[in-house]
């Protein structure tokens, strides 16, 4: 595998990186689990300033931590610098929360005095994708390093600059030798390592295949695993939408990143009362787009990531048209030899076009026409992905009872998907298992050791059974 970084807007190889030597992991591995075996009794609080400084870190150093992003990926400037600041908030909520989140917990039981404590697991293994190279990176490690589990961590191949500035800025935060560590792995010692023994966790954000090839080999030597995958998610346009807000939210949720968004809408599921104000004002915003240097603040839309990603999504594109879709809108093609993929428009897609329930990972919107709100609700579900989501009604009473019937981890009614430290991230069938951020993300990666204890024995207890009544 070659750890290079390609700029996506001019084709430059900027640089070619080695993978990790065996010798390297070794040592990596062996410095993590050194490192767990001392924070194992070590307090929470012995952590927290770290997570401070970085978050600190990260506000001082905004702008030059963004560039590197838009170099790696080419995501607009304005949204890397958005990232590196949300990344800050992740670690200062851990910094404020993980102690409480970590109390020991009470008992009530008759077996004695009963409680539930929550120790480091052990060593992490964290497989991160390139859409997101800091916030994916600080949603595992913040967390996790707080309650004291080393990572190791494999990147994206095409972001490899990222996931240095990211390992050094948790270095420079004072973080102990071993906290965290990138590795440069190929597929097969990315399986090398998942399956050592000292490695007792694998969190993995990326496609689904790669999380089918990480999770088999976590199943295999039985690693604690989570899975952050792909999706199709569904933006409903209820009968009663208030559409100004509608056509004010519909493009961002389509074009943020250029498309490039687990989490971003990738069908628009619209009433017939609403469908042609929606492709009209669809058509509006993704004509007006201006595709140029993402450090440009004019530029509206970045290129993708790479050329492999850009044709993969053409060759999506012509599958469902192939497969009897209409292109309702194609941007006019751009003088411009950077890999931007031009906004589209795709309608009738129907249930036995191939494209049918495929994600599509770029600036490609999917617009189905429903009779009422249940049926966008059955075209919603009908997916093997369920992750998040948005609806629009009339009223947020209403929209919530429309969401709640939605199988996906995640819907935001009237309103714009948001990533806030707080807000607890994942999904279900296709699109993983398993929590990132707010409490339940601290939990993802504990033993929850019960630790019951009394004076002397209780006089009914027999064979470890505490028994109602004396023989």
């Given at each position: 595998?070659?750890?290079?970084t390609?700029?996506?807007?001019?084709?430059?190889?900027?640089?070619?990186?080695?993978?990790?030597?065996p010798?390297?992991?070794?040592?990596?591995?062996?410095?993590?689990?050194?490192?767990?075996?001392?924070?194992?009794?070590?307090?929470?609080?012995?952590?927290?300033?770290?997570?401070?400084?970085?978050?600190?870190?990260?506000?001082?150093?905004?702008?030059?931590?963004?560039?590197?992003?838009?170099?790696?990926?080419?995501?607009?400037?304005?949204?890397?610098?958005?990232?590196?600041?949300l990344?800050?908030?992740?670690?200062e909520?851990?910094?404020?929360?993980?102690?409480?989140?970590?109390?020991?917990?009470?008992?009530?039981?008759?077996?004695?005095?009963?409680?539930?404590?929550?120790?480091?697991?052990?060593?992490?293994?964290?497989?991160?994708?390139?859409?997101?190279?800091?916030?994916?990176?600080?949603?595992?490690?913040?967390?996790?390093?707080?309650?004291?589990?080393?990572?190791?961590?494999?990147?994206a191949?095409?972001?490899?600059?990222?996931?240095?500035?990211?390992?050094?800025?948790?270095r420079?935060?004072?973080?102990?030798?071993?906290?965290l560590?990138?590795?440069?792995?190929?597929?097969?010692?990315?399986?090398?390592?998942?399956?050592?023994?000292?490695?007792?966790?694998?969190?993995?954000?990326?496609?689904?295949?790669?999380?089918?090839?990480?999770?088999?080999?976590?199943?295999?030597?039985?690693?604690?695993?989570?899975?952050?995958?792909?999706?199709?998610d569904?933006f409903?346009?209820?009968?009663?939408?208030?559409?100004?807000?509608?056509?004010?939210?519909?493009?961002?949720?389509?074009?943020?990143?250029?498309?490039?968004?687990?989490?971003?809408?990738?069908?628009?599921?619209?009433?017939?009362?609403?469908?042609?104000?929606?492709?009209?004002?669809?058509?509006?915003?993704?004509?007006?787009?201006?595709?140029?240097?993402?450090?440009?603040?004019?530029?509206?839309?970045?290129?993708?990531?790479?050329?492999?990603?850009?044709?993969?999504?053409?060759?999506?594109?012509?599958?469902?048209?192939?497969?009897?879709?209409?292109?309702?809108?194609?941007?006019?093609?751009?003088?411009?030899?950077?890999?931007?993929?031009?906004?589209?428009?795709?309608?009738?897609?129907?249930?036995?076009?191939?494209?049918?329930?495929?994600?599509m990972?770029?600036?490609?919107?999917?617009?189905?026409?429903?009779?009422?709100?249940?049926?966008?609700v059955?075209?919603?579900?009908?997916?093997?992905?369920?992750?998040?989501?948005?609806?629009?009604?009339?009223?947020?009473?209403?929209?919530?009872?429309?969401?709640?019937q939605?199988?996906?981890?995640?819907?935001?009614?009237?309103?714009?998907?948001?990533?806030?430290?707080?807000?607890?991230?994942?999904?279900?069938k296709?699109?993983?298992?398993?929590?990132?951020?707010?409490?339940?993300?601290?939990?993802?990666?504990?033993?929850?050791?019960?630790?019951?204890?009394?004076?002397?024995?209780?006089?009914?207890?027999?064979?470890?059974?505490?028994?109602?009544?004396?023989f």
């Amino acid at each position: 595998m070659a750890y290079q970084t390609t700029n996506p807007y001019t084709n430059e190889v900027v640089k070619t990186y080695a993978d990790a030597t065996p010798e390297y992991v070794e040592e990596s591995l062996a410095k993590a689990q050194a490192l767990y075996k001392k924070w194992r009794n070590d307090p929470v609080a012995t952590r927290i300033p770290v997570l401070r400084k970085l978050a600190q870190l990260f506000r001082d150093e905004t702008d030059s931590l963004a560039k590197v992003l838009t170099i790696d990926m080419g995501k607009l400037f304005v949204e890397a610098q958005g990232e590196v600041l949300l990344c800050a908030q992740i670690a200062e909520y851990y910094a404020d929360h993980a102690e409480e989140f970590l109390q020991p917990r009470t008992i009530n039981t008759i077996a004695g005095d009963a409680q539930i404590e929550d120790h480091p697991l052990g060593v992490l293994m964290a497989v991160e994708p390139w859409n997101f190279p800091y916030y994916q990176m600080m949603r595992i490690f913040a967390p996790n390093f707080a309650v004291g589990d080393p990572i190791v961590f494999k990147h994206a191949a095409i972001t490899p600059a990222s996931a240095l500035a990211f390992e050094d800025a948790v270095r420079r935060a004072g973080a102990p030798d071993g906290a965290l560590t990138n590795l440069f792995l190929s597929y097969d010692q990315v399986s090398q390592v998942v399956a050592d023994k000292r490695v007792q966790g694998v969190a993995l954000t990326g496609s689904e295949r790669g999380g089918v090839a990480v999770a088999e080999v976590a199943g295999k030597y039985l690693k604690k695993n989570t899975m952050e995958l792909g999706g199709t998610d569904a933006f409903i346009v209820a009968h009663d939408a208030n559409m100004a807000d509608v056509t004010a939210i519909a493009p961002r949720a389509r074009l943020y990143n250029a498309g490039q968004v687990c989490t971003s809408s990738k069908r628009f599921i619209v009433t017939e009362n609403n469908y042609d104000e929606l492709l009209a004002a669809l058509k509006d915003a993704f004509s007006s787009v201006k595709m140029g240097d993402p450090m440009d603040p004019a530029t509206t839309l970045a290129p993708m990531n790479s050329k492999k990603a850009k044709e993969h999504l053409q060759a999506q594109v012509d599958m469902a048209l192939d497969g009897g879709a209409t292109a309702y809108y194609v941007h006019e093609p751009i003088d411009d030899e950077g890999q931007f993929f031009m906004p589209t428009i795709l309608t009738d897609i129907t249930k036995d076009n191939p494209a049918y329930g495929k994600e599509m990972f770029g600036p490609v919107a999917q617009v189905y026409k429903v009779k009422d709100d249940a049926e966008a609700v059955a075209l919603a579900n009908d997916s093997d992905y369920g992750l998040g989501g948005i609806v629009f009604a009339g009223s947020a009473e209403y929209g919530a009872e429309l969401a709640s019937q939605v199988e996906t981890g995640m819907v935001f009614v009237n309103t714009f998907f948001s990533s806030l430290p707080e807000l607890e991230f994942g999904g279900v069938k296709k699109s993983g298992f398993g929590r990132e951020l707010g409490q339940t993300g601290i939990s993802s990666f504990v033993n929850q050791e019960l630790v019951v204890k009394r004076e002397r024995p209780n006089e009914n207890e027999f064979g470890g059974l505490v028994l109602p009544h004396k023989f």
